[in-house]
């Protein structure tokens, strides 16, 4: 995955470990810090962290639009949306910033990687990256 996504995940499950300690009454801010550190520790498809990384050297690419699309995403986890998988993220922040929906074809390619990254970890013994 990307180093700058990791470390944004990172740093939002900070910034809602610090909320949910000044409102405990509000549990979300938990259940974002959960997901969002467990979303930093994934292992993104290739695929998919390259084109999120070319978002950030693409001229083309509006770099405010990327950085509040960004922000957005990573603000909506555990309000109102759980992804399971970092290249969920990826995907909507790609989709968001350039404009463009992913086809069912990308969504099951993606899904297929997915699949196989995760066969082949558990053959290996390894813990799969699916949640």
């Given at each position: 995955m990307?180093?700058?996504l990791s470390f944004?995940?990172?740093?939002?499950?900070?910034?809602?470990?610090?909320k949910a300690k000044r409102h405990p009454e509000d549990s979300r801010?938990?259940?974002?810090?959960?997901l969002l550190v467990r979303l930093a520790e994934q292992?993104?498809?290739e695929d998919l962290s390259q084109r999120y990384d070319a978002l950030h050297e693409d001229e083309s690419v509006n770099t405010d639009r990327?950085?509040?699309a960004r922000s957005d995403i990573l603000g909506e986890?555990?309000?109102?949306?759980?992804?399971?998988?970092?290249?969920?993220?990826?995907e909507r922040i790609i989709n968001r910033t350039t404009?463009?929906?992913?086809?069912?074809?990308?969504?099951?390619?993606?899904?297929?990687?997915?699949?196989?990254?995760?066969?082949?970890a558990t053959a290996?013994?390894?813990?799969?990256?699916?949640?």
């Open positions: 990307s180093n700058t944004e995940l990172n740093k939002v499950a900070e910034w809602r470990a610090d801010n938990q259940t974002a810090k959960i292992t993104a498809d990327l950085s509040e986890v555990g309000f109102g949306w759980e992804p399971k998988h970092v290249d969920e993220v990826l404009g463009k929906a992913p086809t069912v074809s990308d969504l099951l390619e993606v899904n297929r990687k997915r699949a196989e990254a995760d066969a082949t290996a013994g390894k813990p799969a990256n699916s949640v």
